[in-house]
């Protein structure tokens, strides 16, 4: 008995070894959730901390605005209120990552 569970211990290990090395570095950065539909109203720019992208295995393409008050949100990627969000935010990283002269 002792034999066969040291076995099942060392088949699972092997089995999610094999996971995260097929699965690549870009899965580690990619939000595990999808979206099945978008927010229908715009957001303040000022309400949004922080944004990802959904995973191109994700059947619809969106953007997730998390919100200072952590809630998120699906939104169009298409949309152009969603682009300005993301190009602001963008920027402001672009300026904390600047190094200092």
């Not at 229908?40 to 000022?46: A, F, L, Y």
């Amino acid at each position: 008995m002792k034999v066969s569970v040291a076995a099942l211990t060392v088949l699972l290990i092997a089995a999610f070894c094999l996971q995260a090395s097929t699965a690549g570095p870009q899965a580690l950065h990619s939000p595990s959730v999808c979206c099945y539909g978008y927010s229908p109203n715009p957001i303040s720019r000022s309400r949004v901390v922080k944004y990802e992208y959904t995973s191109s295995s994700c059947f619809q393409p969106a953007v997730i605005f998390t919100t200072i008050k952590g809630k998120t949100l699906c939104t169009n990627p298409d949309e152009k209120w969603v682009q300005d969000i993301v190009t602001k935010l963008r920027a402001r990283e672009a300026v904390s990552r600047a190094p200092l002269a």
